[in-house]
Protein backbone atom coordinates (compact mmCIF):
# COMPACT_ATOMS: atom_id res chain seq x y z
CA UNK A 1 0.00 0.00 0.00
CA UNK A 2 3.04 1.95 0.14
CA UNK A 3 4.03 2.25 -3.07
CA UNK A 4 2.93 4.17 -6.14
CA UNK A 5 0.58 1.01 -7.32
CA UNK A 6 -0.34 -0.02 -3.77
CA UNK A 7 -1.63 3.12 -3.14
CA UNK A 8 -3.63 3.45 -6.15
CA UNK A 9 -5.44 0.19 -5.70
CA UNK A 10 -5.73 1.25 -1.75
CA UNK A 11 -7.34 4.67 -2.91
CA UNK A 12 -9.32 2.66 -5.94
CA UNK A 13 -10.80 -0.03 -3.37
CA UNK A 14 -11.58 2.82 -0.60
CA UNK A 15 -13.82 4.50 -3.26
CA UNK A 16 -15.58 0.96 -4.00
CA UNK A 17 -19.38 -0.01 -1.99
CA UNK A 18 -18.64 -3.77 -1.47
CA UNK A 19 -15.41 -2.92 0.68
CA UNK A 20 -15.82 -2.49 4.20
CA UNK A 21 -12.66 -2.04 5.95
CA UNK A 22 -9.33 -2.25 4.53
CA UNK A 23 -5.72 -3.31 5.61
CA UNK A 24 -2.38 -2.39 4.27
CA UNK A 25 0.83 -3.03 5.06
CA UNK A 26 4.19 -1.73 3.23
CA UNK A 27 7.71 -0.74 4.14
CA UNK A 28 7.06 2.78 2.74
CA UNK A 29 4.06 5.03 4.02
CA UNK A 30 1.30 5.70 1.86
CA UNK A 31 1.86 7.97 -1.43
CA UNK A 32 -2.06 9.25 -1.39
CA UNK A 33 -4.21 10.31 1.47
CA UNK A 34 -6.32 7.33 2.30
CA UNK A 35 -9.09 8.13 4.15
CA UNK A 36 -10.57 4.68 5.61
CA UNK A 37 -7.74 2.14 5.15
CA UNK A 38 -5.78 0.91 8.35
CA UNK A 39 -1.82 1.08 7.35
CA UNK A 40 1.24 -0.75 8.77
CA UNK A 41 4.67 0.12 8.11
CA UNK A 42 6.07 -3.28 8.03
CA UNK A 43 9.91 -4.87 6.71
CA UNK A 44 8.88 -7.88 4.63
CA UNK A 45 11.31 -9.89 7.15
CA UNK A 46 9.03 -9.26 9.62
CA UNK A 47 7.25 -12.55 9.06
CA UNK A 48 5.44 -12.92 12.57
CA UNK A 49 4.29 -9.76 12.54
CA UNK A 50 2.60 -9.43 9.35
CA UNK A 51 1.05 -12.86 9.87
CA UNK A 52 -0.70 -10.96 13.02
CA UNK A 53 -1.92 -8.23 10.86
CA UNK A 54 -3.58 -10.20 8.10
CA UNK A 55 -5.01 -12.98 10.59
CA UNK A 56 -6.27 -10.50 13.11
CA UNK A 57 -8.09 -8.65 10.27
CA UNK A 58 -9.25 -11.95 8.62
CA UNK A 59 -9.60 -10.64 5.26
CA UNK A 60 -12.32 -11.58 2.25
CA UNK A 61 -9.84 -10.24 -0.36
CA UNK A 62 -6.42 -10.27 -0.38
CA UNK A 63 -4.33 -8.26 -2.82
CA UNK A 64 -0.69 -9.57 -2.76
CA UNK A 65 1.59 -6.76 -4.81
CA UNK A 66 4.47 -6.83 -3.06
CA UNK A 67 6.89 -7.28 -6.12
CA UNK A 68 10.45 -6.10 -5.90
CA UNK A 69 11.59 -5.45 -9.79
CA UNK A 70 15.21 -5.47 -9.74
CA UNK A 71 16.68 -2.36 -10.27
CA UNK A 72 13.91 0.05 -9.63
CA UNK A 73 13.99 0.51 -5.80
CA UNK A 74 16.89 -2.15 -5.12
CA UNK A 75 19.24 -4.71 -6.70
CA UNK A 76 18.66 -7.26 -7.92
CA UNK A 77 20.02 -9.29 -4.65
CA UNK A 78 17.63 -7.28 -2.04
CA UNK A 79 15.22 -7.55 -4.53
CA UNK A 80 14.81 -11.14 -4.82
CA UNK A 81 14.74 -11.64 -0.78
CA UNK A 82 12.63 -8.92 -0.49
CA UNK A 83 10.24 -10.57 -3.10
CA UNK A 84 10.95 -13.99 -1.74
CA UNK A 85 10.31 -13.01 2.06
CA UNK A 86 7.23 -10.71 1.41
CA UNK A 87 5.31 -13.74 -0.81
CA UNK A 88 6.44 -16.16 2.29
CA UNK A 89 4.47 -14.23 5.01
CA UNK A 90 1.96 -12.65 2.83
CA UNK A 91 0.56 -15.60 1.06
CA UNK A 92 1.13 -18.10 4.03
CA UNK A 93 -0.68 -15.75 6.31
CA UNK A 94 -3.82 -16.29 4.19
CA UNK A 95 -4.22 -19.64 4.13
CA UNK A 96 -4.60 -18.87 7.90
CA UNK A 97 -7.72 -16.40 7.68
CA UNK A 98 -10.81 -18.73 7.54
CA UNK A 99 -12.94 -15.70 6.06
CA UNK A 100 -10.42 -15.69 2.94
CA UNK A 101 -12.65 -15.98 -0.21
CA UNK A 102 -10.11 -14.75 -2.74
CA UNK A 103 -6.70 -13.57 -3.56
CA UNK A 104 -5.01 -11.61 -6.30
CA UNK A 105 -1.31 -11.57 -7.00
CA UNK A 106 0.67 -9.51 -8.94
CA UNK A 107 3.15 -10.62 -11.69
CA UNK A 108 4.46 -10.16 -15.08
CA UNK A 109 4.23 -10.84 -18.30
CA UNK A 110 8.20 -11.55 -18.11
CA UNK A 111 7.17 -15.29 -16.51
CA UNK A 112 6.38 -16.39 -20.12
CA UNK A 113 10.72 -15.65 -21.04
CA UNK A 114 11.78 -15.10 -24.69
CA UNK A 115 13.71 -18.01 -25.38
CA UNK A 116 14.01 -18.32 -29.06
CA UNK A 117 11.15 -19.60 -31.27
CA UNK A 118 8.49 -18.69 -28.28
CA UNK A 119 5.72 -16.89 -29.27
CA UNK A 120 5.67 -13.22 -30.01
CA UNK A 121 2.20 -12.43 -28.23
CA UNK A 122 1.64 -14.90 -25.65
CA UNK A 123 -1.75 -15.41 -24.29
CA UNK A 124 -2.49 -16.91 -20.88
CA UNK A 125 -2.35 -20.72 -21.83
CA UNK A 126 1.03 -20.61 -23.10
CA UNK A 127 3.38 -22.72 -20.53
CA UNK A 128 5.60 -20.43 -17.99
CA UNK A 129 9.02 -20.18 -18.60
CA UNK A 130 10.96 -17.10 -17.50
CA UNK A 131 14.59 -16.80 -19.01
CA UNK A 132 15.79 -13.71 -16.80
CA UNK A 133 15.84 -13.90 -12.74
CA UNK A 134 13.28 -11.57 -12.51
CA UNK A 135 10.68 -13.79 -14.06
CA UNK A 136 11.52 -16.50 -12.14
CA UNK A 137 11.03 -14.60 -8.90
CA UNK A 138 7.52 -13.81 -10.36
CA UNK A 139 6.97 -17.18 -11.66
CA UNK A 140 7.85 -18.25 -7.93
CA UNK A 141 5.39 -15.63 -6.84
CA UNK A 142 2.38 -17.46 -8.95
CA UNK A 143 3.05 -21.09 -7.66
CA UNK A 144 3.56 -20.29 -4.23
CA UNK A 145 -0.06 -18.42 -4.45
CA UNK A 146 -1.60 -21.63 -6.61
CA UNK A 147 -0.57 -24.03 -3.86
CA UNK A 148 -2.42 -22.08 -1.27
CA UNK A 149 -5.09 -21.70 -3.48
CA UNK A 150 -5.44 -25.48 -3.87
CA UNK A 151 -4.82 -26.41 0.10
CA UNK A 152 -7.82 -23.99 1.30
CA UNK A 153 -9.95 -23.84 -1.48
CA UNK A 154 -9.62 -20.04 -2.51
CA UNK A 155 -9.73 -18.39 -5.63
CA UNK A 156 -5.85 -17.28 -7.13
CA UNK A 157 -6.09 -14.71 -9.63
CA UNK A 158 -2.69 -13.83 -11.15
CA UNK A 159 -2.79 -10.40 -13.31
CA UNK A 160 0.46 -10.48 -15.64
CA UNK A 161 1.39 -6.99 -15.95
CA UNK A 162 3.62 -5.43 -19.05
CA UNK A 163 6.52 -3.56 -17.66
CA UNK A 164 4.14 -0.47 -15.35
CA UNK A 165 5.06 3.17 -16.09
CA UNK A 166 3.57 5.80 -14.57
CA UNK A 167 4.29 9.26 -13.24
CA UNK A 168 6.53 7.93 -9.89
CA UNK A 169 6.54 4.29 -10.21
CA UNK A 170 10.20 3.28 -10.23
CA UNK A 171 10.81 1.58 -13.16
CA UNK A 172 14.26 0.95 -14.53
CA UNK A 173 12.59 0.46 -17.98
CA UNK A 174 11.26 3.90 -17.34
CA UNK A 175 14.28 5.69 -16.10
CA UNK A 176 16.27 4.41 -18.83
CA UNK A 177 14.00 5.88 -21.84
CA UNK A 178 14.24 9.15 -20.26
CA UNK A 179 17.96 9.26 -20.20
CA UNK A 180 19.22 11.87 -22.94
CA UNK A 181 20.90 9.43 -24.98
CA UNK A 182 19.28 5.97 -24.88
CA UNK A 183 20.78 2.42 -26.24
CA UNK A 184 19.08 0.24 -28.49
CA UNK A 185 19.28 -3.07 -30.35
CA UNK A 186 20.00 -1.63 -34.03
CA UNK A 187 19.30 -5.30 -35.59
CA UNK A 188 16.50 -6.22 -33.48
CA UNK A 189 14.55 -3.72 -31.97
CA UNK A 190 12.09 -5.66 -30.99
CA UNK A 191 8.72 -4.15 -29.76
CA UNK A 192 7.48 -4.33 -26.65
CA UNK A 193 4.12 -3.43 -24.29
CA UNK A 194 3.52 -1.55 -21.48
CA UNK A 195 0.47 -0.24 -19.14
CA UNK A 196 0.13 2.79 -17.12
CA UNK A 197 0.14 2.61 -13.46
CA UNK A 198 -3.51 3.70 -12.91
CA UNK A 199 -4.52 1.02 -15.82
CA UNK A 200 -2.69 -1.57 -14.00
CA UNK A 201 -4.23 -0.50 -10.28
CA UNK A 202 -7.86 -0.96 -11.76
CA UNK A 203 -6.97 -4.30 -13.24
CA UNK A 204 -6.61 -5.42 -9.76
CA UNK A 205 -9.49 -3.50 -8.25
CA UNK A 206 -11.33 -5.39 -11.34
CA UNK A 207 -9.92 -9.12 -10.32
CA UNK A 208 -10.91 -8.80 -6.52
CA UNK A 209 -14.56 -7.67 -7.47
CA UNK A 210 -14.48 -10.38 -9.77
CA UNK A 211 -13.32 -13.25 -7.14
CA UNK A 212 -10.80 -13.69 -10.62
CA UNK A 213 -9.22 -17.51 -10.31
CA UNK A 214 -6.71 -17.47 -13.36
CA UNK A 215 -3.88 -16.20 -14.76
CA UNK A 216 -4.53 -12.63 -16.98
CA UNK A 217 -2.19 -10.50 -19.14
CA UNK A 218 -2.68 -7.10 -18.26
CA UNK A 219 -1.27 -5.09 -21.43
CA UNK A 220 -1.80 -1.86 -23.07
CA UNK A 221 -3.25 -1.84 -26.56
CA UNK A 222 -0.65 -1.56 -29.16
CA UNK A 223 3.37 -1.76 -29.40
CA UNK A 224 6.36 0.22 -29.64
CA UNK A 225 9.85 -0.62 -30.40
CA UNK A 226 12.58 1.25 -28.68
CA UNK A 227 14.02 3.31 -31.29
CA UNK A 228 10.48 4.25 -32.07
CA UNK A 229 10.34 5.51 -28.12
CA UNK A 230 13.64 7.51 -28.30
CA UNK A 231 12.47 9.29 -31.15
CA UNK A 232 8.97 10.25 -29.60
CA UNK A 233 10.94 11.51 -26.80
CA UNK A 234 13.11 13.56 -28.92
CA UNK A 235 16.06 11.49 -27.48
CA UNK A 236 19.52 10.61 -28.78
CA UNK A 237 19.69 7.43 -29.81
CA UNK A 238 22.70 5.00 -29.90
CA UNK A 239 22.38 1.67 -31.69
CA UNK A 240 24.21 -1.26 -30.54
CA UNK A 241 24.93 -4.29 -32.51
CA UNK A 242 25.80 -6.64 -29.02
CA UNK A 243 29.08 -7.12 -27.09
CA UNK A 244 29.52 -3.29 -26.53
CA UNK A 245 26.06 -3.53 -24.32
CA UNK A 246 27.98 -4.52 -21.23
CA UNK A 247 29.98 -1.44 -21.67
CA UNK A 248 26.51 0.51 -22.09
CA UNK A 249 24.98 -0.92 -18.98
CA UNK A 250 27.94 0.14 -17.09
CA UNK A 251 28.00 3.49 -18.46
CA UNK A 252 23.79 3.95 -17.61
CA UNK A 253 24.76 2.22 -13.91
CA UNK A 254 26.61 5.47 -13.28
CA UNK A 255 24.59 7.62 -14.54
CA UNK A 256 21.75 6.47 -12.43
CA UNK A 257 19.45 4.52 -14.45
CA UNK A 258 20.86 0.62 -14.46
CA UNK A 259 19.52 -1.62 -16.95
CA UNK A 260 18.81 -4.95 -15.02
CA UNK A 261 18.82 -8.31 -17.06
CA UNK A 262 15.09 -8.15 -18.42
CA UNK A 263 14.82 -4.45 -19.59
CA UNK A 264 17.99 -6.22 -22.00
CA UNK A 265 16.23 -9.46 -22.72
CA UNK A 266 13.04 -6.58 -24.03
CA UNK A 267 15.61 -4.51 -25.76
CA UNK A 268 16.60 -7.20 -27.40
CA UNK A 269 13.93 -9.74 -28.34
CA UNK A 270 10.87 -7.77 -27.45
CA UNK A 271 7.93 -8.10 -24.84
CA UNK A 272 4.53 -8.87 -26.06
CA UNK A 273 1.44 -10.38 -24.29
CA UNK A 274 -2.21 -10.49 -25.66
CA UNK A 275 -4.57 -8.76 -23.16
CA UNK A 276 -7.68 -9.52 -24.94
CA UNK A 277 -9.08 -12.28 -22.15
CA UNK A 278 -8.92 -9.50 -19.62
CA UNK A 279 -12.09 -7.96 -21.54
CA UNK A 280 -13.51 -10.80 -21.69
CA UNK A 281 -13.36 -12.13 -17.53
CA UNK A 282 -13.07 -8.43 -16.24
CA UNK A 283 -14.63 -6.09 -18.67
CA UNK A 284 -11.61 -4.28 -18.09
CA UNK A 285 -9.91 -2.42 -21.00
CA UNK A 286 -7.03 -0.44 -20.21
CA UNK A 287 -7.44 3.67 -21.24
CA UNK A 288 -4.03 4.25 -22.62
CA UNK A 289 -2.41 2.28 -25.76
CA UNK A 290 1.51 1.63 -25.32
CA UNK A 291 1.96 4.98 -27.56
CA UNK A 292 0.41 7.52 -25.33
CA UNK A 293 2.05 5.66 -22.04
CA UNK A 294 5.12 6.20 -23.77
CA UNK A 295 3.91 9.93 -25.04
CA UNK A 296 3.07 10.38 -21.04
CA UNK A 297 6.35 9.22 -20.03
CA UNK A 298 8.36 11.65 -22.02
CA UNK A 299 5.85 14.50 -20.86
CA UNK A 300 6.64 14.58 -17.33
CA UNK A 301 8.78 17.48 -15.62
CA UNK A 302 12.24 16.05 -14.99
CA UNK A 303 11.96 19.19 -12.28
CA UNK A 304 9.15 20.82 -11.15
CA UNK A 305 10.96 24.83 -10.80
CA UNK A 306 8.49 26.41 -8.44
CA UNK A 307 9.43 30.42 -8.50
CA UNK A 308 11.70 32.51 -6.54
CA UNK A 309 11.93 32.29 -2.52
CA UNK A 310 8.96 33.57 -0.86
CA UNK A 311 7.89 33.56 2.72
CA UNK A 312 4.76 31.70 2.86
CA UNK A 313 1.97 32.79 6.19
CA UNK B 1 5.71 29.49 8.28
CA UNK B 2 7.67 27.36 5.64
CA UNK B 3 9.75 28.65 2.72
CA UNK B 4 10.25 27.45 -0.67
CA UNK B 5 13.75 27.03 -1.39
CA UNK B 6 14.84 27.11 -5.51
CA UNK B 7 18.44 25.60 -6.22
CA UNK B 8 20.21 28.35 -8.50
CA UNK B 9 20.48 27.12 -12.46
CA UNK B 10 24.27 25.71 -13.49
CA UNK B 11 26.16 27.00 -16.27
CA UNK B 12 26.72 23.65 -17.23
CA UNK B 13 23.13 22.18 -17.01
CA UNK B 14 22.47 24.65 -19.86
CA UNK B 15 25.79 23.77 -21.62
CA UNK B 16 23.69 20.46 -21.68
CA UNK B 17 20.28 21.24 -22.33
CA UNK B 18 21.92 23.17 -25.13
CA UNK B 19 23.75 20.64 -26.43
CA UNK B 20 20.87 18.09 -26.31
CA UNK B 21 18.76 20.41 -28.12
CA UNK B 22 21.32 20.85 -31.11
CA UNK B 23 21.78 16.42 -31.33
CA UNK B 24 17.74 16.12 -30.85
CA UNK B 25 16.60 18.95 -33.28
CA UNK B 26 16.96 16.72 -36.55
CA UNK B 27 14.28 14.24 -34.62
CA UNK B 28 11.87 16.81 -34.32
CA UNK B 29 10.62 16.36 -37.67
CA UNK B 30 11.24 12.99 -37.98
CA UNK B 31 7.42 10.90 -37.85
CA UNK B 32 6.69 9.49 -34.29
CA UNK B 33 5.52 5.71 -35.18
CA UNK B 34 4.48 2.54 -33.43
CA UNK B 35 3.91 -0.82 -33.98
CA UNK B 36 0.91 -2.92 -34.00
CA UNK B 37 -0.16 -5.52 -31.62
CA UNK B 38 2.13 -8.17 -33.11
CA UNK B 39 5.19 -5.69 -34.01
CA UNK B 40 4.62 -4.69 -37.71
CA UNK B 41 5.06 -1.99 -39.17
CA UNK B 42 2.46 -0.35 -41.38
CA UNK B 43 4.33 2.80 -41.62
CA UNK B 44 7.55 0.39 -42.75
CA UNK B 45 5.33 -2.12 -44.71
CA UNK B 46 4.12 1.69 -46.58
CA UNK B 47 7.68 2.61 -46.94
CA UNK B 48 9.04 -0.42 -48.90
CA UNK B 49 6.23 -0.93 -51.12
CA UNK B 50 7.98 1.08 -54.10
CA UNK B 51 10.75 -1.79 -54.05
CA UNK B 52 7.87 -4.50 -54.20
CA UNK B 53 6.09 -2.94 -56.25
CA UNK B 54 9.88 -2.91 -58.40
CA UNK B 55 9.91 -6.55 -58.03
CA UNK B 56 6.68 -7.80 -58.28
CA UNK B 57 3.63 -6.68 -60.01
CA UNK B 58 0.78 -8.88 -58.61
CA UNK B 59 -2.05 -9.25 -60.46
CA UNK B 60 -4.63 -9.75 -57.08
CA UNK B 61 -8.14 -11.92 -57.50
CA UNK B 62 -10.89 -13.31 -55.57
CA UNK B 63 -11.16 -11.14 -52.18
CA UNK B 64 -14.28 -10.74 -52.55
CA UNK B 65 -14.30 -14.34 -50.70
CA UNK B 66 -12.69 -13.19 -47.72
CA UNK B 67 -14.16 -11.29 -44.80
CA UNK B 68 -14.31 -7.90 -44.70
CA UNK B 69 -14.01 -8.33 -40.81
CA UNK B 70 -13.01 -11.26 -38.46
CA UNK B 71 -10.19 -14.10 -38.95
CA UNK B 72 -9.07 -16.18 -41.24
CA UNK B 73 -6.71 -18.71 -42.63
CA UNK B 74 -5.29 -18.03 -45.98
CA UNK B 75 -2.76 -21.09 -47.89
CA UNK B 76 -0.77 -20.55 -50.46
CA UNK B 77 1.43 -22.79 -52.68
CA UNK B 78 5.22 -21.90 -52.34
CA UNK B 79 7.97 -22.15 -54.93
CA UNK B 80 11.36 -22.44 -53.61
CA UNK B 81 13.15 -19.16 -53.02
CA UNK B 82 9.89 -17.51 -54.92
CA UNK B 83 8.99 -15.42 -51.49
CA UNK B 84 5.28 -16.56 -52.49
CA UNK B 85 3.94 -15.75 -49.21
CA UNK B 86 5.47 -12.49 -49.11
CA UNK B 87 4.87 -11.22 -51.94
CA UNK B 88 1.22 -12.77 -51.55
CA UNK B 89 0.79 -11.02 -48.07
CA UNK B 90 1.97 -8.00 -49.28
CA UNK B 91 -0.47 -7.29 -52.64
CA UNK B 92 -3.48 -8.93 -50.53
CA UNK B 93 -3.01 -6.62 -47.74
CA UNK B 94 -3.06 -3.72 -50.09
CA UNK B 95 -5.74 -5.55 -52.13
CA UNK B 96 -8.23 -5.79 -48.83
CA UNK B 97 -7.27 -3.04 -46.89
CA UNK B 98 -6.37 -5.04 -44.10
CA UNK B 99 -2.78 -6.17 -42.80
CA UNK B 100 -1.98 -9.84 -43.58
CA UNK B 101 0.24 -11.70 -41.34
CA UNK B 102 2.73 -14.34 -43.22
CA UNK B 103 3.72 -17.26 -41.33
CA UNK B 104 6.93 -18.63 -41.69
CA UNK B 105 9.40 -16.04 -40.28
CA UNK B 106 12.40 -17.49 -38.54
CA UNK B 107 13.49 -15.76 -34.75
CA UNK B 108 17.01 -14.78 -35.48
CA UNK B 109 18.18 -11.49 -35.77
CA UNK B 110 18.87 -9.35 -37.94
CA UNK B 111 16.23 -11.51 -40.76
CA UNK B 112 13.12 -12.56 -37.99
CA UNK B 113 12.91 -9.20 -36.63
CA UNK B 114 12.94 -7.60 -39.66
CA UNK B 115 10.12 -10.20 -41.65
CA UNK B 116 8.24 -9.68 -37.99
CA UNK B 117 8.21 -5.35 -38.63
CA UNK B 118 6.83 -6.28 -41.93
CA UNK B 119 4.10 -8.69 -41.02
CA UNK B 120 6.18 -11.95 -40.26
CA UNK B 121 4.43 -14.31 -37.45
CA UNK B 122 5.95 -17.69 -36.04
CA UNK B 123 5.50 -20.87 -37.47
CA UNK B 124 3.73 -21.77 -34.57
CA UNK B 125 0.16 -23.15 -33.80
CA UNK B 126 -0.10 -21.06 -30.47
CA UNK B 127 0.91 -17.96 -32.69
CA UNK B 128 -1.51 -18.70 -35.85
CA UNK B 129 -4.19 -19.19 -33.20
CA UNK B 130 -3.73 -16.23 -30.85
CA UNK B 131 -3.83 -14.23 -34.21
CA UNK B 132 -7.05 -15.64 -35.41
CA UNK B 133 -8.97 -14.73 -32.13
CA UNK B 134 -7.78 -11.39 -32.49
CA UNK B 135 -9.06 -11.34 -35.84
CA UNK B 136 -6.52 -10.79 -38.03
CA UNK B 137 -5.75 -12.01 -41.90
CA UNK B 138 -3.08 -15.21 -41.22
CA UNK B 139 -1.49 -16.74 -44.20
CA UNK B 140 0.55 -19.80 -43.96
CA UNK B 141 2.53 -21.91 -46.58
CA UNK B 142 1.69 -25.16 -47.96
CA UNK B 143 5.31 -27.15 -48.09
CA UNK B 144 8.25 -25.91 -49.73
CA UNK B 145 8.00 -27.25 -53.82
CA UNK B 146 10.35 -27.02 -56.50
CA UNK B 147 7.63 -26.55 -59.18
CA UNK B 148 5.94 -23.29 -59.48
CA UNK B 149 2.82 -25.31 -60.33
CA UNK B 150 3.23 -27.77 -57.57
CA UNK B 151 0.93 -27.55 -53.79
CA UNK B 152 2.95 -28.81 -51.40
CA UNK B 153 1.69 -30.69 -48.06
CA UNK B 154 -0.10 -28.46 -45.41
CA UNK B 155 0.80 -28.27 -42.07
CA UNK B 156 -2.38 -29.32 -40.31
CA UNK B 157 -1.15 -28.47 -37.36
CA UNK B 158 -1.56 -25.18 -38.50
CA UNK B 159 -4.60 -25.74 -39.95
CA UNK B 160 -5.56 -27.21 -36.35
CA UNK B 161 -5.87 -24.01 -35.08
CA UNK B 162 -8.29 -22.13 -37.36
CA UNK B 163 -10.52 -25.13 -36.39
CA UNK B 164 -9.75 -24.48 -32.86
CA UNK B 165 -10.51 -20.31 -33.34
CA UNK B 166 -13.60 -21.30 -35.70
CA UNK B 167 -12.53 -19.46 -38.21
CA UNK B 168 -13.28 -20.02 -42.06
CA UNK B 169 -9.99 -20.94 -44.55
CA UNK B 170 -9.58 -20.36 -48.46
CA UNK B 171 -7.04 -21.42 -50.35
CA UNK B 172 -4.66 -19.36 -52.66
CA UNK B 173 -2.67 -19.84 -55.72
CA UNK B 174 0.17 -18.04 -56.20
CA UNK B 175 2.68 -17.57 -58.94
CA UNK B 176 5.34 -15.89 -60.14
CA UNK B 177 8.53 -15.81 -62.41
CA UNK B 178 12.20 -15.61 -61.75
CA UNK B 179 12.59 -13.67 -64.60
CA UNK B 180 10.18 -11.21 -64.86
CA UNK B 181 7.85 -9.20 -62.21
CA UNK B 182 5.12 -10.84 -63.26
CA UNK B 183 3.12 -12.41 -60.55
CA UNK B 184 -0.34 -13.64 -59.27
CA UNK B 185 -2.63 -14.52 -56.12
CA UNK B 186 -5.86 -15.62 -56.86
CA UNK B 187 -8.21 -16.29 -53.41
CA UNK B 188 -10.52 -19.40 -54.01
CA UNK B 189 -13.82 -20.00 -51.89
CA UNK B 190 -13.54 -20.78 -48.33
CA UNK B 191 -13.08 -24.34 -47.96
CA UNK B 192 -15.28 -26.06 -46.08
CA UNK B 193 -14.56 -29.87 -44.64
CA UNK B 194 -16.86 -32.24 -46.08
CA UNK B 195 -17.67 -34.19 -42.58
CA UNK B 196 -18.11 -32.79 -39.33
CA UNK B 197 -15.33 -33.88 -37.09
CA UNK B 198 -14.79 -33.57 -33.44
CA UNK B 199 -11.18 -34.96 -32.76
CA UNK B 200 -7.79 -34.09 -34.50
CA UNK B 201 -9.25 -35.71 -37.92
CA UNK B 202 -11.12 -32.56 -38.50
CA UNK B 203 -7.75 -30.71 -39.16
CA UNK B 204 -6.29 -33.67 -41.27
CA UNK B 205 -8.88 -33.72 -43.65
CA UNK B 206 -9.29 -30.33 -43.90
CA UNK B 207 -5.50 -29.58 -44.45
CA UNK B 208 -5.27 -32.31 -47.18
CA UNK B 209 -8.99 -30.74 -48.73
CA UNK B 210 -6.78 -26.92 -48.47
CA UNK B 211 -4.05 -28.97 -50.32
CA UNK B 212 -5.96 -30.49 -53.53
CA UNK B 213 -7.77 -26.77 -53.48
CA UNK B 214 -5.05 -25.03 -54.19
CA UNK B 215 -3.94 -27.37 -56.43
CA UNK B 216 -6.53 -27.32 -58.51
CA UNK B 217 -6.13 -23.79 -58.96
CA UNK B 218 -3.05 -24.36 -59.84
CA UNK B 219 -3.78 -26.45 -62.52
CA UNK B 220 -6.63 -23.88 -63.85
CA UNK B 221 -3.90 -21.42 -64.32
CA UNK B 222 -2.48 -22.85 -67.60
CA UNK B 223 1.51 -23.33 -68.05
CA UNK B 224 4.43 -21.59 -67.94
CA UNK B 225 3.65 -17.92 -70.22
CA UNK B 226 6.95 -16.43 -71.34
CA UNK B 227 5.60 -14.87 -74.12
CA UNK B 228 7.61 -17.64 -76.54
CA UNK B 229 6.38 -20.27 -77.44
CA UNK B 230 8.47 -22.91 -77.86
CA UNK B 231 9.92 -22.14 -74.23
CA UNK B 232 6.75 -22.41 -73.14
CA UNK B 233 5.97 -25.78 -74.84
CA UNK B 234 9.07 -27.52 -72.98
CA UNK B 235 8.52 -26.03 -69.76
CA UNK B 236 4.84 -28.08 -70.05
CA UNK B 237 6.96 -31.06 -70.37
Redesign the interface.
Known sequence: MGGELGSLVAAQLEAEPWVGALVGIDVDPPRRRLRTAEFHLLQPSQRERIVDVVTNFNPHVLINLSVWEPDARTGLTHARQFTADATTAIVGAAAECPALESMVVRSGIEVYGRA??T?????E??PVDPTTEYGRMLANIERSAREVGKRVGIAVGKLRLAPVLGKHVPSPLGRLLRQ?VVPFSL?????F?VVEDGDAARAFVAAAVNRLDEPLNIVA?????AS?AI??G???PMPLVGPEWAIARQLSHLAGAPIPEHVVELMHR?R?A?G?RALELLGFQPRLT??DVIDHLYAWESVV????????? | MAEILQFPRRAAGKAVTAANTVLTEPLRHWPAHSVDDYGRDPHLVQALSPLAHLRWNVSVGGTQHLPVKGGALLVCNTRRWALSNIFAAWALSEATDRPVRFVGRPDFVPIGPMLRRIGGLLARPDEVLGALRNHELVLVSCAMSNHSRHAGEVDHSLIGAAVVAGVPVFPVATMSSAMSRTARAEVGPQVRPRRKRKGPLAEVELAEQVQHHVQRMLDGFGGLQTGVAPLDWLAEG
Open positions: RNPTRPTLTPFADSPAPGAITQVRKRIGLDSTPRVGRIREVA
